[in-house]
């Protein structure tokens, strides 16, 4: 059931025209929860689909699991095991107020109302992936943390003791992420915003090498060869603070030959307290004495570095430290068009965008109920 959307469609089409499954959400989500011989990858994207008929499979999907009595890390292990989180922002959107919702039905005097559910549920999928990241190198300490989810509890604060708990219960024991057959290259880069062959100039030595390049999901990966399984490397475009502390989906901790190749929700970034302000990767048009047509990503807003990654020559995954990333075009207009899509992935998270938006209407929630 790893494919695309359209052939997964067909497959649970087969299935309803054998008499094998019931065209009803509840049996649907059945057989979807069971997951035998499934890919949790395609349960998780079937599952965020924005079409009535999935939204329900979704909330079925959600209603068997039983979250009586546990605490919210406990829920969200049980939940996360079930299916792997797409990595659209939309998505997880819908899926994460599904268990925020059900979690509230069925523990009803932890939280004041499920959009404090669904804020603390993200805040934990942030810190289990900068705490257990080997690529995110400040840690979030205990404090962080408690800061982070100041007020999202009908404009109160949550338990000291209850967010501690929280945090030593992740810092022990990493959430466990669905792993798949492997074909996570094939659906990341199935449908890319745009792919080409560009010249890439080295950073310690500015020679120029011939690489294969794929803009998808606000990252760039660029390749030796068409047909290799994994990237030589990945440079993160989206919501680079200008203190190198954001909230990124291209990671280095899940890995294909040490090299992550699909970005997820589980590999979103713990942001600093107060991680704000434009972009700090921009590009722009560049001119070269050996290279015609060039463009370049940049390092502005007061970062050093573009934060990225990629392999050495023993195939070790190593942090790149580059001011600029210059690349050479064919022609002036496959430069331009580079140039245009780059800008368009070059933006702030959807992700963090909408974490903010739910954790406001958390807090005012209870000045709203006042009036």
Known sequence: MNRTYDERKRSIE????????QRTPEDVAQFLHKGEGLSKTAIGDYLGERAEFNEAVLRAFVDLHDFTDLILVQALR?????????GEAQKIDRMMECFAQRYCQL???IFT???????????IIMLNTSLHNPSVKEKPTPEQFVAMNRGINNGGDLPQELLLS???SIKTEPFKIPEDDGNDLMHTFFNPDKEGWLWKQGGRYKSWKRRWFILNDNCLYYFEYTTDKEPRGIIPLENISPDGVGVTRCAVDRSVAGVTLRPSASEISFPSHEARGPPATKV?????RQRPHCLELYASGGADLIKACKTDSE?????????VYRMSAATAEERDEWIACLRRSISHNPFYDMLAQRKKKAQHSVHAGSH
């Open 113 to 123: 109302n499920a959009d404090t559910c669904y804020v603390l549920s993200f805040a």
């Open 14 to 21: 087969y299935l309803y025209e054998n008499g094998l499954l």
């Open 284 to 288: 722009r048009v560049a001119s070269d």
């Open 315 to 323: 195939g070790k995954v190593v942090e790149g430290k580059h001011t």
């Open 107 to 109: 523990n009803p005097d």
């Open 166 to 168: 929280l945090y030593e």
């Open 78 to 86: 049980q939940f996360l095991w079930s299916f792997r989180l797409p």
